[in-house]
């Protein structure tokens, strides 16, 4: 079964019909950037495209939808902090069978994350009070990427990182709704636009969570294939987001493909180091985050 299937089906259910008169999000509109748009629950539906990728025109009308711009407090963010060795333990004895296939050794893992079980490197941030937020704020005020209230979780810890986060300096996480980051990078003097675009990213996908709301689990659980991933709504929406504000710094396309490039390189590894299933996964990619550079600059 295609996976986007069931779950556009459970979510058309979960909305109200849309009205004859109201415009396809995917629409071209003259309408200025600035006004967020109301009655927008009714058109999330259109978002759920696991594969086909949004044009950037498209993703323009997303970022003017009303969301409900409901974040979690400090206090919910520091329980999950709280939480996340232990999930990591259960979620490793869980899949014991996946971790040994793979040539890992449990018992070395659970151990590993067992050392974080008091961790406190970590700070939880307002967004406001990021060193750089100024280089993003007018930007991101501009197309309507609301960050009030949001917090950023900064990791102070790259042992940590590594351990629970992986290979990209950035994350956005839907539950709870948040962005970590580590801070070794984010919150350098001498931070290039390049990384700070992430927290464009990241606070792209938040809006994407936002709009969704609880139906953001179901969501996700459509896109984990990985073909499909990069062509989501939800990576088209933050992928263009991203592009269009090194555009906006008066980057070229060929800096942006350059930088779209280097995230591939190391998210994936050199070709010489991963066989072959890997690199064609790799290779359309890149293709589809050069699709999204190409939309960017010729809009
Ligand atoms: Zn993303």
Redesign the pocket.
């Known amino acids: 079964m295609h996976m986007g299937e069931g779950l556009e089906e459970s979510l058309v259910g979960a909305v109200a019909p849309a009205s004859t008169e109201e415009e396809s999000p995917l629409e071209e509109s003259k309408a200025p950037m600035a006004k967020p748009e109301s009655k927008s629950m009714s058109n999330w539906k259109k978002f759920l495209l696991l594969d086909e990728p949004l044009t950037f025109r498209a993703v323009q009308r997303f970022l003017r939808l009303e969301r409900p711009n409901k974040f979690p407090t400090e206090e919910e963010l520091a329980a999950y902090l709280r939480n996340v060795p232990e999930e990591a333990i259960k979620e490793t004895v869980k899949r014991e069978d996946e971790v040994k296939k793979s040539g890992g050794d449990v018992d070395e893992i659970v151990e590993e994350y067992g050392r974080f079980q008091e961790f406190s490197d970590f700070e939880i941030k307002r967004i406001e009070d990021l060193k750089h937020w100024n280089k993003i704020r007018s930007y991101l005020e501009a197309h309507n990427l609301k960050p009030e209230g949001v917090r950023v979780i900064v990791i102070d810890n790259d042992e940590y990182w590594k351990n629970f986060y992986g290979s990209n300096d950035s994350k956005?996480g839907f539950e709870p709704k948040t962005i970590i980051i580590r801070k070794g990078v984010f919150e350098e003097d001498g931070v290039s636009d390049e990384d700070l675009s992430w927290i464009v990213?990241?606070v792209a996908?938040l809006s994407f969570y936002d709009f969704l709301d609880e139906k953001t689990a179901e969501y996700i659980a459509g896109t984990q294939e990985p073909q499909k991933y990069i062509k989501t709504a939800?990576?088209s929406i933050?992928?263009q987001a991203q592009i269009a504000y090194l555009k906006s710094l008066g980057k070229t396309k060929e800096s942006v493909s350059a930088f779209v490039g280097t995230y591939i390189e190391k998210s994936f590894g050199r070709d010489e180091e991963i066989d072959d299933d890997q690199r064609e996964v790799k290779q359309k990619e890149l293709a589809q985050l050069m699709k999204y550079v190409d939309n960017v600059y010729y809009q």
Request: hydrophobic content about 40%.
């Open positions: 956005s990213h990241e996908h939800m990576e933050a992928f």
